[in-house]
């Protein structure tokens, strides 16, 4: 059965040619459990080469898990983790982060867009230092951000560098991580370790796999007992290589740069065809895969009308989210209904 592709979210999409072969491959025999297998061990070390360390990685199921219990290695229950008020560890994990921290609070900057600047990061961590208030240890920033932006590698040294001066770890949420990657042209190094960023969440599954993300520790000291917080979170998969092979499949052909870059392309083609519709504005700088558009009081409801999806969680606006597979004809038709509705 076909339906017309939607683009309310980039999970929305299927998994892609290079993930799925690679699963299709990993699952020719039987091969030893949880994580001990050829596969898991090649996913860790094409990220390994990819990133031009020697990391720690693990697999989790999905992003949630993967930053709760990132930011949960950097804390202590008595700990607070600095983050922007759109920050999906904030807005959208239900309080995972402070569940498996037991009890680190976010503590959240009321910013503009999804960016947390190093002044914000300055003033959550120095406006108290006494005992009656969790003790800043961690930032998180998330690139590219919930808002569609990216952060800058001179954004990133600057905020790492605030961090290291007020002992303070730096976590990044990558769950698009290939789409900021896409976009800056610069090396997953240079955005990560090499800016300053301590652990990295890098997102599978709106790349282009079924499920899964991988988290790397830069600094291994930092790793110490995680695959025991895996384990006790649910997070150890017993077929672990269903999780791994898919990695394998997109970082060794180069795909989970593509998919990322395809999916911008699509954010960028619909953010140009707007240009020229009177009315409509874009709420946020089109710089990864979404597009936060605003127009006339009758746009949005025209666009449901006509059967497109949506969310409108952040700002009220329209969010457009694009993945590997987005056709780039529908993108072309949702452009066209946005240019009627506005102007109906
Ligand atoms: C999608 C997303 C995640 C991961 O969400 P899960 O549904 O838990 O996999 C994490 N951070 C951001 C910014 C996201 O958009």
């Known amino acids: 059965m076909s339906v017309s592709q939607q683009f309310g979210s980039d999970n929305y999409a299927g998994i892609c040619p290079e993930a799925w072969d690679a699963m299709q491959q990993a699952n020719i025999g039987s091969l030893t459990a949880y994580g001990e297998d ?198 150890l998969a017993s077929k672990m290589r269903f999780l791994s092979a898919p990695w394998v499949g997109l970082l060794e052909s180069g795909a989970w740069l593509r998919n990322g870059a395809h999916a911008n392309a699509c954010a960028q083609r619909l953010a140009a065809a707007l240009q020229t519709v009177p009315g409509v504005e874009l709420m946020f700088p089109v710089q990864a895969n979404g597009v936060f558009l605003r127009g006339p009081e009758k746009l949005l409801p025209g666009l449901q009308d006509r059967g497109w999806r949506f969310y409108t969680f952040i700002g009220g606006g329209a969010r457009f989210m694009f993945a590997w597979d987005s056709d780039p004809a529908r993108v072309d038709e949702l452009a066209a209904d946005i240019a009627t509705c506005s102007a109906a």
């Not at 976009?183 to 090499?194: D, N, V």
């Open 38 to 235: 050829e596969w898991t061990t090649r996913a860790a070390n094409a990220f390994r080469t990819l990133f031009e360390t020697d990391c720690e990685v693990f697999f989790a199921f999905n992003g949630t898990a993967a930053n709760s219990l990132a930011l949960a290695a950097l804390c202590q229950s008595y700990n607070s983790v600095i983050c922007s008020s759109y920050a999906h560890v904030e807005t959208d994990e239900c309080g995972a982060p402070e569940f498996f921290s037991n009890g680190s609070k976010l503590l959240v900057a009321r910013t503009d867009s999804a960016k947390l600047t190093a002044q914000d990061v300055r003033s959550l961590a120095t406006c108290r230092a006494d005992i009656h208030y969790p003790k800043p240890r961690a930032v998180t920033i998330t690139q590219p951000t919930e808002t569609g932006e990216l952060y800058s590698l001179e954004e990133i040294r600057a905020l790492s560098a605030t961090c290291r001066e007020l002992g303070l770890r730096l976590h990044m949420d990558g769950s698009r991580f290939a789409n900021a990657c896409a976009t800056l042209g610069c090396s997953p190094a240079e955005m990560t370790w090499q800016a300053g960023v301590d652990v990295l969440c890098f997102g599978g599954t709106k790349n282009g796999m079924a499920v899964g993300e991988a988290i790397l520790f830069f600094d291994r000291a930092l790793a110490d007992g995680f695959d025991y917080r895996c384990k006790q979170a649910g997070q």
